[in-house]
């Protein structure tokens, strides 16, 4: 029952469909000026992106899909005319009010993904302030802030109508070390719990392999050490996909949760080759991590930092997942046992391989068809 209703909602819920709308800001002596790249058919049609992650499951999913089937030149008058009230869901100090500079809509021909709309926004910073602050309404969803000066690059993820903090008109936000470690570990363990449902799915593939710990440890090593290289690789820039081949990795992603669930099922035995396979698949999945913390953006002064920070998070989170499933197997067999036998313990010893094999054979064939029906999604459609 806990891998169906997983499948159901991992379906439901198309993997990295959700994104934070993205501002670049800057604040100079007399002038804020930012962009800002949102939603722009989910925020007029009034869907709360707090509460719906998928816009097919709020009231005003009609609404949206109109908007989303409008030429980009209607949808860039709509903002125009609606931006005193779009204006409203902006919360700031230290600045005027904000004025609409310009729109750009992007080009998506898939009426089935989202749209993404760049708007350029500026305001006069008051004379007495040291500093601004910015965020929005928590209708809005998550936004990523991001100020950059002279190389350095402070990024906050703002939840829940947050409001930044104060961004200083020379520099940008003094962080500490520690700090900036904090804030991308979290980011990194919120990017597998609860945003990876994939990543979520293969590391489940990977639990389902077999009882012992060694194989899972071998699996999980070649699993870290692999994403760990192309996360570093791709930050850094040695390694650049472009943006339009983006959903290949996303489907060869797919892919792989499908491979080693079958593998699950027909020869659940460990060898080089399947280290390997799960090496040369992290390889893949490292990409897409990198593609999440490139949205944050990494300043020269905290680059180790924040990049390790974020691969920890990550792998407290894969790490979370595993020990979780552990944990609901060897509560289902003690639950199915106890009472039943004067001793439970040793029934929970000598049950427990048969009824994890059960679980891994089923849980294998759900995991499977979820990342089949994602590699058609994100392959062809």
Do not use: C
Request: net charge negative; aromatic share 10%.
């Amino acid at each position: 029952m806990v891998a169906l209703v997983t499948m159901l909602w991992a379906v439901s819920a198309s993997a990295h469909e959700t994104q934070p709308s993205i501002a670049n800001v800057a604040v100079g002596d007399r002038l804020f000026e930012g962009d800002l790249t949102f939603n722009a058919e989910a925020l007029l049609a009034g869907i709360d992106l707090g509460v719906y992650s998928d816009t097919n499951d709020a009231p005003q999913a009609e609404e949206y899909d109109r908007l989303r089937a409008l030429p980009g030149d209607q949808l860039q008058e709509m903002i125009n005319a609606e931006w005193p009230r779009i204006r409203e869901s902006f919360q700031s100090e230290g600045m005027g009010e904000l004025e609409l500079n310009g729109v750009e809509v992007s080009v998506q021909e898939n009426l089935e993904l989202t749209r993404q709309t760049a708007i350029f926004l500026s305001a006069p910073v008051e004379a007495d302030a040291e500093g601004v602050r910015i965020g929005w309404a928590a209708e809005n969803g998550t936004l990523i802030l991001r100020q950059s000066r002279e190389g350095e690059t402070y990024a906050a993820l703002l939840q829940d109508g947050e409001v930044s903090e104060l961004l200083p008109k020379t520099g940008v936000v003094d962080e500490t070390a520690g700090e900036a470690f904090w804030r991308f570990l979290v980011a990194g363990f919120e990017h597998i719990i609860p945003l990876g449902v994939d990543h979520i799915l293969f590391v489940l593939g990977l639990f389902f392999f077999a009882l012992k710990w060694s194989p899972i440890l071998w699996q999980v090593t070649a699993f870290t050490v692999a994403h760990t290289v192309t996360l570093a690789l791709a930050t850094l820039g040695i390694i650049n996909i472009p943006d339009e081949w983006m959903w290949l990795v996303e489907a060869i992603i797919a892919l792989s949760i499908t491979w080693v669930a079958i593998e699950n099922i027909l020869q659940p035995r460990m060898g080089w080759l399947r280290p390997a396979i799960v090496f040369v698949f992290g390889l893949l999945h490292g990409l897409g991590f990198a593609s999440v913390l490139s949205d944050f953006g990494l300043s020269q002064g905290q680059f180790v930092v924040s990049l390790i920070a974020f691969n920890v998070g990550v792998e407290i989170g894969q790490l979370t997942v595993i020990l979780s499933a552990f944990v609901l197997i060897m509560v289902a067999v003690w639950a199915a046992r106890v009472g039943r036998l004067d001793d439970p313990e040793e029934a929970m010893v000598r049950d427990l391989p048969e009824m994890y094999r059960a679980n891994a054979i089923v849980g294998s064939i759900l995991i499977g068809l979820v990342g089949a029906y994602w590699f058609v999604e994100r392959a062809f459609f």
